[in-house]
């Protein structure tokens, strides 16, 4: 059977171009949250977490546009994409952090390991809330959208992100900043579990952050989805699952 190229680059090239943002996003986040950040806001209220957090909820607006658009088929490949890169990220670096430095290198070595370095409390704690939580929103998503009807895009949007953020920030900081640190300190970035005060600040100022940023973002994936149908000339209407390219169904774009 023929195939139209143009029009199937049309449909395809989004899909790619949210995929890579949603795993440079989420690799970006993992390096980031090495670092932990306080923020005053108005003298009222002190927030405190990982550095990553803006970066990681950048991926829950790829997903829940590659949901809209392409379907939960589509969004599932883009979360195990994601957490392949993870794990190329870690041994690209674990290369690099091997590698003997040369006298003459720019930045110090003791510099490069303190940046580059992924520690064992961050990755696994972000691998395992990442899995949990990604396909908790990819499911949550379709589900508020079945029985929405295909309506209310705001409404699936928001209620699938919002939870998946909840479980993501209690599997992450619980894992990566008390439980791992105090079984396993030698693989840790911090060498004892942060206190339970400090943990609960960082909880609730992290999903603070979250949850603000997923009520802003519905705007952003409104217009997301808009352009990317607008470039592809068009709702799927089932083409690409007939070409046997990312499904075997049908799926209609709502907005």
Do not use: C
């Given at each position: 059977m023929a195939v139209d190229e143009e029009g199937l680059g049309r449909r395809v090239w989004p899909l790619i171009l949210l995929s890579a943002v949603f795993a440079v996003a989420l690799v970006t986040a993992n390096?980031?949250?090495?670092?932990l950040?306080?923020?005053?806001?108005?003298?009222?209220?002190t927030l405190a977490g990982p550095a990553g957090v803006v970066a990681y909820s950048v991926t829950f607006i790829a997903t829940?546009?590659?949901?809209?658009v392409y379907g939960r088929r589509a969004a599932a490949m883009v979360v195990k994409a994601g957490f392949a890169a993870q794990i190329v990220a870690v041994l690209l670096t674990a290369v690099a952090l091997a590698s003997p430095a040369a006298p003459f290198t720019p930045v110090p070595e003791e510099e490069y390991r303190k940046v580059?370095?992924?520690?064992?409390?961050?990755?696994i704690a972000s691998l395992i809330a990442y899995l949990v939580s990604q396909y908790h929103d990819v499911w949550a998503f379709h589900l508020w959208r079945r029985l929405t009807g295909g309506r209310w895009l705001w409404l699936r949007n928001n209620l699938s992100t919002t939870v998946s953020q909840?479980?993501?920030?209690?599997?992450?900081?619980g894992l990566a900043f008390y439980v791992i640190p105090a079984l396993a300190p030698?693989?840790?970035?911090?060498?004892?579990?942060?206190?339970?005060?400090?943990?609960?600040?960082m909880f609730y100022s992290?999903?603070?952050?979250?949850?603000?940023?997923?009520?802003?973002?519905?705007?952003?994936?409104?217009?997301?989805?808009?352009?990317?149908?607008?470039?592809?000339?068009?709702?799927?209407?089932?083409?690409?699952?007939?070409?046997?390219?990312?499904?075997?169904?049908?799926?209609?774009?709502?907005?």
């Open positions: 390096f980031l949250s090495v670092k950040f306080q923020l005053e806001v108005l003298g009222l209220l829940d546009v590659v949901s809209e580059l370095t992924i520690w064992g409390n961050i990755i909840l479980i993501d920030t209690v599997i992450f900081l030698s693989i840790s970035s911090i060498p004892e579990p942060v206190s339970l005060a400090a943990l609960f600040t992290q999903y603070i952050i979250k949850l603000s940023i997923a009520l802003l973002d519905t705007p952003i994936v409104y217009a997301v989805v808009h352009i990317v149908k607008a470039y592809m000339g068009g709702g799927l209407e089932g083409e690409l699952a007939r070409i046997g390219r990312l499904g075997h169904t049908r799926h209609h774009v709502a907005v």
